[in-house]
């Protein structure tokens, strides 16, 4: 634009129309884009006349260009003398004219909206400290952020139970069952819990999530009632074992009674706990049910319902079973659902039984946890899996571990060659009596057993404490398996070790859980043969020089050098030391009482022979039914 055009454009703003014009010719891209925005944003209908004669052929031509509705629509805006478009037309003026920036506000413009873009979705998405990794973890009721609670501590709330709105009875019970400050999850739910509020919590296994649900329960039912106040359904027997067990401490200064309920065991005892009265009823939903539909239970007055591990429970198959059991509590009860993830099935029970519920997030099985260092060992086929175990074992010498494998056979098979070695090894499984299982959940919690063999099902939620070492005889397929297997060690900021097996199978899953969860494995290499053996001599000369500790042996000392020396010296010294080793095991049989492998042999055997009688019995009653119908063919031939 000339200095005259622009002395003419202050001055006389009826001319305005011709400006644009002689600008779009020293610029017309520039005020191309320009046209457009003024024709978004200035109309002004009155003054379309005037604009109409004003129009040459010019402005047609520019019209072609698209510059002309520009003109057409700047000029009522100007003729109407209206002081602000003036403004907006100097102030566009001289942007053009000096640093032809017109550009400029459109990419400012947009870099706004996609500021607010992503704003909104920073409210909208999982917070870090949540560690929420997946859709089906959003937020099952639909509300508001109110509704919402991300804690960013697992295990250290610094908050003492002290500084929470409970009696001096369960203050005590707390204390004396050996906590003192809340973790994370506690100080989350304590609070609302105690309001009556509705409450879904996400949190990973070790975090005190028994005693989260369990201490408000007992605070706020009432003492000798003796009817049925809470109704808490775990997945498992030993769960809900150990829920029950919670409850009782935290019951110990306030008259409330807890049955706990399970299959596997006869109906008796438990018929006769529901009659003597119970507030707090904890069980798996199948025998839970059962005592519903025989008339043991009435759930009608409960003001709890709970579900530990719900997303274990309902893939468990037991999603009927939930619903037909949270169906004869009343409309007004508080449900407590605590699950790692919340898929479909879980939250269709979250919206179908919970008010209002409160969504506390805390990191789950499926995130990383630090300290843990991961070791993968690669399995050769020339190489046993379970020989390969015991060398790994011999060489990293764990102080205390779970073996997780994917299978009940690998359970059995891993946990009696390893029993057979001399290790103390035991196994739970459902083909294991209940009282064989409670013997060695009650060995392991207490630490006297090394090592426990286990599949994902039959550990689920069981709660072992100081544990070295996580071995995977093999890799789960589903990644998140993992992380839930290894989350059992290294708890409570402490260090621990996850080991592996794995091979060309695990391939997959290990890529993912490189790639998807951060997971660094340290590769190391099988020992070899040599050093495999040498493992296995110390490990079992410490195992003698401990039995030397308390038995006379000087005596035979003579016999052994002349042992040496006979040409069938080596066949006799090793039938003595498998006696010995024998010997050993049944006297650490004898003094644990479990004996979980014994224990599977026998039932096994049990089960086989009881098969054998059923298909004998079925043969003599096919072949008595087939005489029976030859001889009335035959009656009816002499008839």
Not at 230 to 253: D, W
Not at 340 to 364: C, E, F, Q
Request: with cysteine.
């Amino acid at each position: 634009m000339t200095d005259t055009e622009t002395t003419e454009a202050q001055a006389a703003p009826e001319q305005a129309p011709e400006t644009p014009a002689a600008e779009a010719k020293a610029a017309p891209k520039k005020k191309t884009v320009r046209k457009k925005k003024t024709t978004k944003k200035k109309v002004a209908a009155d003054g379309a006349g005037e604009a109409a004669a004003e129009t040459t052929e010019k402005p047609k031509r520019r019209r072609k260009k698209k510059v002309a509705p520009k003109a057409d629509d700047e000029a009522p805006a100007e003729a109407s003398g209206e002081e602000k478009p003036k403004r907006r037309r100097k102030k566009v003026a001289k942007t053009d004219a000096e640093a032809g920036d017109e550009p400029k506000p459109k990419r400012k413009r947009k870099k706004k909206v996609a500021a607010k873009v992503a704003a909104k979705a920073d409210e909208n998405a999982p917070k870090a400290d949540a560690k929420v990794s997946s859709d089906a973890d959003a937020a099952p009721t639909g509300e508001s952020n109110s509704n919402e609670l991300v804690v960013k501590s697992d295990y250290d709330s610094a908050r003492k139970f002290s500084e929470f709105p409970l009696s001096p009875e369960i203050l005590q019970s707390i204390s004396e069952h050996g906590y003192d400050t809340a973790t994370g999850v506690q100080a989350a739910t304590l609070e609302p819990a105690l309001a009556g509020r509705c409450l879904v919590v996400r949190s990973k296994t070790g975090t005190g999530k028994t005693a989260a649900f369990c201490i408000p329960m007992v605070e706020r039912i009432a003492s000798g009632d003796r009817k049925a106040r809470a109704i808490v359904l775990a997945p498992t027997r030993e769960l809900a074992r150990q829920v029950g067990a919670e409850c009782e401490a935290l019951c110990k200064y306030k008259d409330i009674a807890v049955a706990v309920i399970y299959g596997g065991v006869g109906f008796g005892p438990q018929e006769q706990a529901l009659k003597a009265g119970a507030e707090i009823v904890v069980g798996t939903p199948g025998r839970i049910l059962d005592h519903i539909r025989r008339g043991n239970l009435d759930l009608s007055e409960a003001s709890f319902a709970t579900l530990d591990e719900a997303d274990e429970m309902l893939s468990m198959g037991f999603y009927e079973d939930v619903r037909k059991i949270l169906d004869q509590t009343p409309d007004a009860r508080q449900c407590l659902f605590f699950s790692a993830t919340v898929d479909d099935r879980v939250r269709a029970l979250i919206t179908r039984y919970a008010k209002d519920p409160l969504d506390i997030r805390l990191s789950t099985d499926t995130d990383k946890v630090e300290g843990i260092t991961h070791i993968a060992y690669e399995t050769s086929p020339n190489f046993h899996k379970a020989r390969a175990l015991l060398a790994i074992i011999d060489q990293e010498e764990p102080s205390s571990a779970i073996i997780f494998c994917n299978t009940r056979e690998d359970t059995a098979t891993v946990a009696t060659y390893l029993a057979r070695q001399g290790l103390d090894a035991e196994l739970i499984s459902g083909e294991l009596p209940q009282g064989k299982r409670e013997q060695v959940m009650t060995r392991v919690k207490a630490g006297e057993t090394q090592f426990l063999v286990a599949t994902d099902v039959a550990a689920r939620g069981i709660d072992i404490s100081d544990l070295s070492h996580v071995v995977n005889y093999s890799l789960p397929e589903d990644p998140a398996v993992y992380m839930h297997r290894t989350g059992r060690t290294g708890r409570i900021g402490k260090k621990g070790i996850a080991i592996s097996l794995v091979s060309g199978p695990d391939f997959n899953t290990r890529e993912t859980l490189t790639k998807r969860f951060e997971i660094n494995f340290e590769e190391r290499p099988l020992p070899t043969a040599e050093e495999a053996a040498a493992a296995r001599v110390e490990r079992q000369a410490k195992v003698i020089r401990e039995a030397t500790k308390t038995m006379a042996f000087e005596g035979y000392l003579g016999t052994v050098r002349a042992l040496k020396n006979r040409p069938d010296g080596d066949v006799l010294l090793a039938a003595a030391l498998r006696g010995f080793f024998m010997w050993e095991r049944q006297r650490r049989v004898a003094t644990s009482s479990a004996d979980s492998v014994g224990a599977l042999q026998e039932a096994r055997e049990e089960k086989q022979a009881r098969r054998g009688d059923r298909r004998g019995g079925d043969r003599r009653g096919r072949g008595d039914h087939r005489g029976g119908n030859r001889n009335k063919r035959r009656r009816r031939r002499r008839d």
